[in-house]
């Protein structure tokens, strides 16, 4: 699949309300901007072109994620998408599903908990909120977190722009109670 561009965006927070943190909040995000192959044609029912070629841009994205958030390692993560006004959500859905994520979680050294996402069809200039949650357990409430993504070109009608989100951390100053990151045990990620 064409690629047309791959850009990052790096958030580094280090205090909030006046508190330093012991280790900043590093939230890296790597978009991929590709070319829609079903964008303007008629209802196609199969959409595992865009399914098969995920794996690879996946991939990609994902180790170039890892190497921004050098020192730390990634303990949360997101995904998100949006599609071009000349192709339909359910193209950048087929784009993010089960084999995407998997390429996420094997870039982070695993993963437990599903991979929250967020898609949506606009125009270029937009700005995307994509979730984040723990890797190992979606109930770890100091995790439930989130990135604005700004998309200044992208996507272009008959394109879709792809976005893998990673941070080291929870939010600094979590203080409103659940299950502890440190409490993580089992093959189901609970406690």
Request: net charge negative; glycine share 10%.
């Amino acid at each position: 699949m064409h690629i047309r561009k791959i850009f990052t965006q790096i958030e580094e927070t280090r205090s909030e309300a006046g508190q330093l943190a012991d280790e900043p909040l590093r939230k890296v995000a790597v978009i991929a901007v590709v070319k829609n192959p079903l964008a303007g044609k008629p209802y196609t029912e199969d959409l595992s072109e865009l399914t098969d070629a995920s794996v690879a841009i996946g991939r990609e994205m994902s180790k170039r994620a890892q190497e921004m958030m050098a020192p730390y390692k990634a303990v949360s993560y997101g995904k998100g998408g949006v599609v071009g006004l000349a192709g339909e959500q359910e193209h950048v859905v087929a784009m993010l599903t089960t084999v995407y994520g998997n390429e996420m979680r094997e870039a982070a050294g695993g993963g437990k908990a599903w991979i929250s996402s967020f898609t949506k069809r606009a125009a270029p200039g937009g700005i995307v909120e994509v979730p984040l949650a723990h890797k190992d357990a979606l109930y770890v409430r100091s995790h439930y977190d989130g990135m604005s993504i700004l998309l200044p070109d992208a996507p272009l009608p008959d394109e879709i722009a792809l976005i893998c989100v990673y941070a080291n951390r929870g939010r600094l100053n979590a203080r409103v109670g659940g299950i502890p990151a440190d409490s993580i045990t089992g093959e189901d990620g609970l406690v």
